[in-house]
């Protein structure tokens, strides 16, 4: 069964700072990872997708994630943070061309600090 | 312009009441799909459909029910068998299952009171 684990519930750093969001994942078949941020009583919106090709992926608003089969991660960075980066985000896998819905982390919660 | 409209935004239920969130898209997806939001918990796969007339169980599907009667509605019914329905619900769609990159609606927060 697919499993996503999301390391650290909330993450502060400075404007200006690196943001390092942490994503590891399960799978028994090679996974199709996404990564969607969402603001206060809004649904979610989607930063990025791996599903096959190059490993690291870029995304909308500067972000980007690093597909690593071997750590079974793929963690979400932004070299430099904004004040409107603050927004929960949310990892998530499905089974790829197995045809499942996706299964979310638990989210981590991104506080920025002028 | 094309989305997925969630209605209403926010809706209260008395113990032991049946209630319909709805949810219509306009994106021609074939996919739709039910979450559940709660604090720390991230998103729960409640139901979701590959195409009309068919759909598929979750990981929380007990006291919910779904119907796909046409491509662009996929309305969700909490009924009186969920002990613990107050969160926050999302409803999504895609082109395909296997596609992956959701199209999210708004959200209906559910209270009961």
């Known amino acids: 069964a697919q499993s996503v684990t999301q390391l650290g519930s909330h993450v502060s750093v400075s404007e200006g700072a690196l943001v390092l969001l942490r994503c590891n994942y399960s799978s028994s078949v090679p996974p199709y990872l996404f990564w969607y941020v969402q603001y206060p009583n809004q649904g979610l919106q989607l930063l990025l997708k791996?599903?096959?090709?190059?490993?690291l992926v870029k995304g909308i608003n500067g972000f980007e994630a690093e597909f690593k089969k071997s750590e079974t991660s793929f963690h979400l960075t932004k070299p430099s943070a904004h004040m409107s980066d603050a927004a929960e985000y949310f990892c998530?896998?499905?089974?790829?061309?197995?045809?499942?819905?996706?299964?979310f982390g638990k989210g981590t919660t991104l506080s920025v600090s002028s | 312009d094309g989305g997925i409209t969630q209605s209403p935004k926010y809706l209260f239920r008395k113990e032991g009441q049946n209630v319909t969130l709805s949810c219509e898209q306009n994106l021609n997806h074939d996919a739709m799909y039910w979450y559940r939001q709660d604090p720390g918990q991230g998103l729960r796969l409640i139901y979701y459909s590959q195409i009309v007339n068919d759909f598929q169980k979750g990981d929380i599907a007990e006291g919910y029910s779904v119907s796909r009667e046409k491509k662009e509605s996929f309305p969700l019914t909490v009924t009186s068998a969920q002990k613990n329905p107050t969160a926050f619900y999302l409803c999504?769609?895609?082109?395909?299952?296997?596609?992956?990159?959701?199209?999210f609606g708004s959200g209906t927060r559910l209270t009961v009171v």
């Open positions: 998530a896998v499905s089974e790829g061309q197995a045809g499942t819905a996706l299964i």
């Open positions: 791996y599903t096959t090709g190059a490993t």
């Open positions: 999504a769609s895609s082109s395909s299952v296997q596609e992956g990159g959701y199209t």
